[in-house]
């Protein structure tokens, strides 16, 4: 058998091309974040650093980055539970319901994905001041939750749907009320779907800019996104410093995707086993 398997050369070789073009901007942004000012003009961009330093992270430090660091570390963990609650207990019912009301409850709910951010931002921001949310972390919080459920509650649902339906009514015939079984059986067995969920959401939530731009003013309320976009103006030629930020800014991201690796490649191929 192993005589007869064909090598996919073509395939083989997009792969290690792809790796290539997804490699080499990571690695420019590390090394040179790692560059004096002056070294950056006078350096190879992909060059090793001849004097490695961290004086870039250093003045990144220095300008508040913390205090936009904890702001989107707020928005980001607040944004994420709530979705991740509400998603659930949404397709608990939808997949447990099977009535017209639960079907009719998922297209409205899926209504969402066709819906694009940028067409609703007028309203947003007029609830958002009518609400005398403006200029706060709450202003950052709601939209990211309204928007993040459709995607959420089309995962969930079909990771629940997989769960065979014998071990809800085995519960339900020794006394077990909805939400007996929601915590004690639906948790426990969506936690794939979960992690799934909510990588993608803080991705999104810790990356976004939109939202920021428009719901927020002060320098109190900034989060990441748009403080790099500030970095960018402050250190227009202090490029090391920009990429310092940015690399700083994507550590957290790194580091949920590698806690939750395993969980979200399962949670990806919810659905598709039927």
Do not use: C
Request: charged share 10%; glycine share 6%; proline share 5%.
């Amino acid at each position: 058998m192993m005589r007869n398997r064909k090598v996919n050369v073509v395939g083989g070789l997009s792969a290690w091309l792809w790796l290539l073009i997804t490699i080499v901007p990571i690695y420019y942004i590390v090394i040179t974040s790692l560059r004096k000012q002056s070294a950056y003009f006078t350096e190879g961009p992909l060059s090793i650093p001849e004097n490695p330093t961290l004086s870039a992270y250093q003045l990144v430090l220095q300008n508040d980055f913390l205090k936009y660091f904890v702001n989107s570390l707020i928005v980001t963990l607040v944004s994420v539970a709530l979705t991740l609650v509400v998603a659930l207990m949404a397709s608990y019912y939808v997949a447990r319901s099977g009535t017209r009301v639960s079907a009719g409850v998922l297209r409205l709910i899926l209504l969402g994905l066709a819906i694009p951010l940028q067409a609703t931002i007028i309203p947003v921001y007029y609830m958002i001041v009518k609400l005398g949310l403006y200029d706060t972390l709450i202003a950052l919080i709601l939209p990211s939750i309204a928007f993040s459920i459709p995607i959420s509650v089309l995962i969930i649902v079909n990771f629940l749907r997989d769960i065979p339906g014998e071990l809800f009514e085995s519960m339900h015939m020794d006394g077990a009320t909805d939400w007996r079984m929601l915590r004690s059986l639906a948790l426990p067995l969506t936690r794939p779907a979960l992690m799934t969920v909510g990588v993608y959401i803080g991705l999104n939530v810790w990356n976004g800019f939109l939202f920021p731009l428009i719901l927020t003013q002060s320098s109190s309320v900034r989060v990441l996104p748009l403080s790099l976009w500030t970095y960018q103006g402050q250190f227009a030629v202090n490029v090391p410093a920009v990429l310092a930020a940015v690399t700083l800014s994507a550590i957290p991201v790194l580091a949920a995707y590698i806690v939750g690796r395993r969980q979200l490649v399962s949670g990806l191929t919810a659905g598709f086993g039927k």
